[in-house]
């Protein structure tokens, strides 16, 4: 079972970057698809990004789509999710989640972790 843990959030101002990190201590990374998911209160969880275990594809919703970047490094068994020009709709917890198997921009994911919270102030 990938065991996923979630860091990088915290509060900034609208204009500011955050980088959220993903990392699955002592698996290998490579084998996952891995997506990035936010959470904002009184609202259902929604896709963000997702990139494909060997890197070679990238989705993105509409709403991040030219101001986050998703990566990864397997060496490091680490996805990143760089976040900039964040906005106070932004707000959210993040959660990523792994699969070996599924890759999309749905919640059919195996693995989640727990979630990291981004605030973003006007």
């Known amino acids: 079972q990938a065991h996923l843990v979630e860091s990088g959030g915290g509060l900034v101002q609208a204009g500011d970057s955050l980088r959220l990190s993903c990392a699955a201590p002592?698996?290998?990374?490579?084998?996952?698809?891995v997506g990035w998911f936010r959470q904002a209160p009184g609202k259902e969880r929604e896709f963000a990004a997702a990139?494909?275990?060997?890197?070679?594809?990238?989705l993105y919703a509409d709403s991040v789509k030219g101001r986050f970047t998703i990566s990864r490094d397997n060496a490091k068994n680490t996805v990143y999710l760089q976040m900039n020009s964040l906005k106070p709709e932004d707000t959210a917890v993040y959660y990523c989640?792994?699969?070996?198997?599924?890759?999309?921009?749905?919640?059919?994911?195996?693995?989640w972790g727990q979630g990291t919270q981004v605030t973003v102030s006007s």
């Open positions: 002592g698996r290998t990374f490579g084998h996952y698809h």
């Open positions: 990139i494909s275990g060997n890197g070679d594809s990238i």
């Open positions: 989640a792994a699969s070996r198997v599924y890759y999309g921009r749905n919640s059919g994911y195996d693995y």
